[in-house]
């Protein structure tokens, strides 16, 4: 049984940075370092989002809102993703989920991220 759990999220001034980490357990480690893994978010009232991934080469492709702030990376030793957040606007504030595709999509439970200006 494959688990994401998501950690890094918090309250934050506009401007400010967040690390978010995205912790893989169970499987083994041949599923996560051949899987690609992104961040989506959701918004209040609004869908869920992908705002980056980055593939098992480590490639990373970004949504236009995030591009130049945003910063995705991942520890195939560690098993963990990470998202670098930084020059944060109040539009970012919402709940960031990781996910892990290797045929079957895993989710995490989420992380609250808000933004206050």
């Known amino acids: 049984q494959v688990q994401l759990v998501e950690s890094g999220g918090g309250f934050v001034q506009a401007g400010g940075s967040l690390r978010l980490s995205c912790a893989v357990s169970?499987?083994?480690?041949?599923?996560?370092?051949?899987?690609?893994m992104g961040w989506y978010r959701q918004a209040p009232g609004k869908q869920r989002e992908l705002v980056a991934r980055?593939?098992?080469?480590?490639?990373?492709n970004y949504a236009d809102s995030v591009k130049g702030r945003f910063a995705i990376s991942r520890d195939n030793t560690k098993k963990t993703m990470y998202l670098q957040m930084n020059s944060l606007k109040f539009e970012d504030t919402a709940v960031y989920y990781c996910?892990?595709?290797?045929?079957?999509?895993?989710w995490g439970q989420g992380t609250q991220v808000t933004v206050y200006s």
């Open positions: 996910n892990l595709g290797f045929g079957v999509q895993y």
């Open positions: 169970g499987g083994n480690g041949i599923i996560f370092s051949g899987a690609a």
């Open positions: 980055i593939t098992t080469a480590g490639s990373p």
